[in-house]
């Protein structure tokens, strides 16, 4: 293999690996935020705000709870991730008791939009109130979960005689096994557990399922609760290997709602998928476009999947939820 050959193989599969563990975690975000829409129909512009929370609550426990010292820096990120995903369910019950609650379900039904009006308002105002508490709590200086896995790396090589070599980032490497673990746990649940039969009922027919006995308003609060921390949870993944600030849920945010909508809207598990294709289309536009473009790239196929196919990429084959 001609030594020019070898960098354009090496480079391509370092940017599909990429691509796959970035798009895992993404994929997990998504989880969170269609989870809420499929079950609520509401369209939570505060989403990147509990991935925020995610990040700092996942750091909280990592360093003054003492998870460090306890499990050591390979595991304790991890379970930092999800202790700080299970502290953000807490926070998710509260938004929903104080704020949703009034806006969502048969409260609004027969409503002009059927509440979506305050329920983007009071959604978008929520961003903005923990983004900018955030910034009054935590302050503006970037932070991490400092860990050996962040800056080290696996060799995979040489492959193809001595010519290519792979370099696995351990932290993102986790982080996307975690990720995987974490989505098809929610999958699991919502499709043989009592309490997921009661979210896809109280999704399909509020009303039916008022009559056949479910409390559609806890339904509710269960799926808010579990959309917030899922997100969080990622959230916590993408601390151990990438610095944070108050305002990064813009960052992630779009890339959310651009996974669920290429998923299949009001598809749980579309919307990893989705997640997952989001990751792939920004890493492999590097290789032919500046980093400045990712973005730009991930809305051209964007674009072009919602003119080809409206329902999304997975919408004939799936379901709500």
């Not at 354009?8 to 796959?20: A, D, F, P, R």
Request: proline letters at 4%.
């Amino acid at each position: 293999m001609s030594p020019a050959v070898a960098i354009i193989v090496e480079n391509t599969l370092q940017s599909l690996y990429t691509g796959l563990v970035l798009g895992c975690v993404y994929g997990l975000m998504c989880v969170g935020l269609a989870l809420i829409f499929s079950v609520m129909r509401v369209i939570n512009f505060a989403q990147g705000e509990f991935l925020m929370l995610g990040m700092y609550a996942a750091l909280f426990v990592f360093t003054q709870l003492g998870i460090s010292a306890l499990l050591g820096p390979y595991v304790g990120p991890i379970v930092a991730a999800v202790l700080g995903g299970a502290i953000v369910f807490g926070v998710g019950i509260v938004v929903y008791e104080g704020l949703l609650r009034w806006i969502t379900g048969l409260q609004v039904a027969g409503t002009e939009g059927e509440g979506h009006y305050p329920q983007l308002t009071l959604t978008l105002g929520l961003s903005l109130l923990l983004s900018n508490g955030g910034l009054i709590v935590f302050g503006s200086n970037p932070e991490t979960m400092r860990t050996p896995m962040s800056s080290n790396a696996w060799e995979l090589g040489p492959l193809f005689g001595s010519d290519i070599t792979l370099f696995l980032n351990q932290a993102r490497s986790v982080a996307s096994v975690v990720a995987l673990v974490v989505a098809a746990a929610v999958a699991l649940f919502i499709a043989r557990t009592r309490l997921g039969k009661m979210l896809r009922a109280a999704a399909d027919n509020p009303e039916a399922a008022t009559y056949m006995g479910i409390h559609v308003g806890r339904a509710y609060r269960l799926a808010f609760g579990i959309g917030a921390a899922v997100t969080a949870i990622a959230g916590g993944l993408v601390a151990t290997y990438y610095p944070f600030q108050p305002y990064i849920g813009i960052e992630f945010v779009i890339v959310m709602y651009a996974g669920v909508v290429l998923g299949g809207m009001g598809s749980v598990s579309g919307a990893f998928w989705g997640g997952l294709t989001i990751g792939l289309i920004q890493q492999l536009s590097t290789l032919v476009l500046p980093n400045q473009l990712q973005n730009a790239a991930i809305f051209v196929a964007f674009l072009l999947i919602v003119l080809l196919r409206p329902q999304g990429l997975f919408g004939r084959s799936v379901e709500r939820v």
